[in-house]
């Protein structure tokens, strides 16, 4: 499938799920937007969520956002997305920290943008895996030039950080309250 210049002035530009399980497979995001900045691809609360073999390019509004869902992202490409906080993914525990997962193997992010936190990856009181992955050229207006982990303590494994950038701390990752990746 393919989901294309779709934009809305609310959650998710070209999806929305709420309390379901959704999976693309082989899926391209590109130049869709969220206008109030959540989710300009895909936005999801409550629930699973599984991608694999996708691309996101040039959305605005991060790529995916997501509160207290199970997410699986696998063999995925990020490329020139744009949010607030999180330029590809913004992940966020709510309700449920305990239940709130992303797992992320062998995906590429590059020259995601945010105006915030966390220019590739914004996480909040999640538990994660980041296994294989490519960060590079990402930027942050503010902290976590690739990833802003705030209440989180990923586990990042074989992966490599490239040229990230931050105005403030951390050009590759920042660590705030209680998060020990």
């Known amino acids: 499938c393919t989901f294309r210049n779709n934009t809305i002035q609310s959650w998710g530009g070209a999806v929305y799920c709420r309390n379901n399980r959704a999976r693309f497979v082989g899926c391209t ?61 913004r992940c966020q525990a709510d309700l449920d920290p305990l239940a709130t997962r992303l797992n992320l193997t062998k995906c590429t992010f590059i020259a995601n943008s945010a105006s915030s936190y966390g220019g590739a990856l914004y996480n909040y009181g999640i538990q ?45 990752v920042q660590n705030l309250y209680n998060s020990s990746p």
Do not use: W
């Open 29 to 89: 995001f590109s130049g869709n937007t969220s206008q109030i900045m959540r989710g300009g691809a895909i936005y999801c609360s409550g629930s699973q969520v599984d991608l694999v073999n996708c691309s996101f390019e040039d959305n605005t509004g991060c790529a995916l956002e997501t509160f207290d869902c199970q997410v699986t992202l696998t063999d995925c490409a990020f490329q020139h997305n744009k949010g607030k906080d999180g330029g590809a993914i």
């Open 128 to 172: 994660a895996t980041i296994n294989a992955c490519t960060f590079t050229s990402n930027t942050a207006g503010q902290d976590g030039g690739a990833i802003y982990n705030y209440r989180s303590s990923p586990t990042v494994a074989n992966c490599a950080f490239i040229g990230n950038v931050a105005k403030g701390a951390g050009g590759a």
